[in-house]
């Protein structure tokens, strides 16, 4: 089975920075990556699909990159409304697999 | 509108049973392979199950395997996980997901999930 690795595990940072959250993978998952945004009591929601691919209605703000083993996710001005905790997957072989999340904070 | 609706969860002592349900609307259900992610309180997403759209093939992670059965009914757009000889650490939320697609996919509805908690 793949796993992977987030980093870091909790990040603080400041309305209008620029974050970036790694995610590294055992093996090469070529370009089957997703991004999750989760919610305190809510299900996670995906923000990008296949490493880069915006999906519908989520800002334009949220980007990402990287292919083989590893991927970054990049907030590129940080909003008050992005707090939450991050969780990449990787679904380029069965069983699918998950980081282990990083919590992001706004100071 | 995409609807998947959890329901079933609650406290049961260790080694005991639980049958959980997921009401799926506003997508062909019988198109996709359906599957269970669980949360455990304060930690990340565990794969638990899969099951094929016609039910099939089914897939366990090894910590849940022997003991949870996944299942579906197409004729009532449901699919279930039975939960037998539960242990403390199945503590969780369970999440029923629906993928993109009927492949290997990333997940793009998730239901608002089922608490289950093992605990004398």
């Known amino acids: 089975d793949i796993q992977m690795t987030q980093s870091p595990s909790t990040l603080s940072a400041s309305i209008g920075d620029r974050v970036t959250i790694t995610c590294r993978a055992s093996?090469?998952?070529?370009?089957?990556l997703a991004w999750y945004q989760q919610k305190p009591g809510k299900g996670p929601k995906v923000l990008i699909y296949?490493?880069?691919s915006l999906e519908s209605g989520v800002p334009s703000r949220f980007s990402g990159s990287g292919s083989g083993t590893e991927f970054t996710l990049t907030i590129s001005s940080l909003q008050p409304d992005d707090f939450g905790t991050y969780y990449c997957?990787?679904?380029?072989?069965?069983?699918?697999?998950f980081g282990q999340g990083t919590k992001l904070e706004i100071k | 509108e995409v609807q998947l609706v959890e329901s079933g969860g609650g406290l049961v002592q260790p080694g005991g049973s639980l049958r959980l349900s997921c009401s799926a609307s506003?997508?062909?259900?019988?198109?996709?392979?359906m599957h269970w992610v669980r949360q455990a309180p304060g930690k990340g997403l565990e794969y638990v199950s899969a099951?094929?759209?016609?039910?099939?093939?089914?897939y366990y992670a090894d910590s849940v395997k022997g003991r949870f059965t996944i299942s579906r009914d197409n004729s009532k757009n449901t699919l279930f996980l039975q939960l037998s000889s539960l242990r403390p650490e199945d503590s969780a939320v369970y999440y029923c997901?629906?993928?993109?697609?009927?492949?290997?996919?990333?997940?793009?509805?998730w239901g608002q999930g089922t608490l289950v908690t093992v605990s004398s």
């Open positions: 997901v629906k993928p993109y697609d009927d492949s290997i996919s990333y997940f793009d509805y």
């Open positions: 506003g997508f062909t259900f019988s198109n996709y392979a």
């Open positions: 099951i094929s759209t016609y039910g099939s093939n089914k």
């Open positions: 093996q090469s998952i070529s370009s089957w």
């Open positions: 296949k490493v880069s």
């Open positions: 997957q990787q679904y380029n072989s069965h069983p699918c697999s």
